[in-house]
């Protein structure tokens, strides 16, 4: 019982810490947001006894992709006057209501997966560092990769365009 709550008390607070990173209009507290997704999705992955991904999560994502992140944001110095005008309730409504279908899509096929009180069958050591570390350095490698030269190209171009508005003003 006290693991339901956990769950869903970590799985409410993921989803108010994205909307928080949608909704709010300065780029600070839509990163704390973010932060606040992160370790609790983290928390979820330590409920679901997930403890690599749980390790990965915290360390990479919520400590080392997050303080990137923040650190382009205060690179940047956005200020009140630079931030663009505040849309109306009517972006709001109309997203909300566009969401509606692949959230109960996805809802339905979260729960319809196994039926209740079964779980699923995996072999033994499946997720653990040695079993990811093979097929991330396999199967994964060009796509990991890739993604990290997308992550120096983004950094690179944020001190580009820091550097370009300094100059202009």
Not at 4 to 17: C, M, R, V, W
Not at 62 to 79: E, H
Not at 102 to 126: N, S
Not at 145 to 150: A, H, P
Request: proline share 4%; glycine share 12%; net charge negative.
């Amino acid at each position: 019982m006290t693991e339901t709550l956990l769950f869903y008390g970590f799985g409410l607070l993921s989803i108010l810490g994205a909307l928080g990173l949608i909704l709010f209009k300065h780029p600070m507290n839509g990163a704390m947001s973010f932060v606040i997704t992160l370790i609790s999705l983290a928390c979820l992955y330590a409920l679901l006894s997930a403890k690599l991904i749980f390790a990965i999560q915290l360390i990479v994502y919520a400590g080392a992709i997050m303080s990137l992140i923040l650190f382009i944001i205060m690179f940047l110095n956005i200020g009140e006057s630079d931030l663009p005008e505040e849309r109306g309730r009517w972006f709001y409504l109309a997203g909300g209501i566009v969401a509606i279908g692949p959230i109960a899509i996805l809802m339905q096929r979260a729960f319809k997966t196994l039926p209740p009180g079964e779980t699923a069958i995996v072999g033994d050591g499946f997720g653990g560092v040695q079993e990811v570390g093979m097929v991330l350095f396999t199967d994964w490698l060009l796509p990991f990769e890739i993604v990290s030269i997308l992550l120096l190209v983004a950094l690179v171009g944020a001190v580009v365009l820091a550097g370009k508005r300094e100059v202009s003003e």
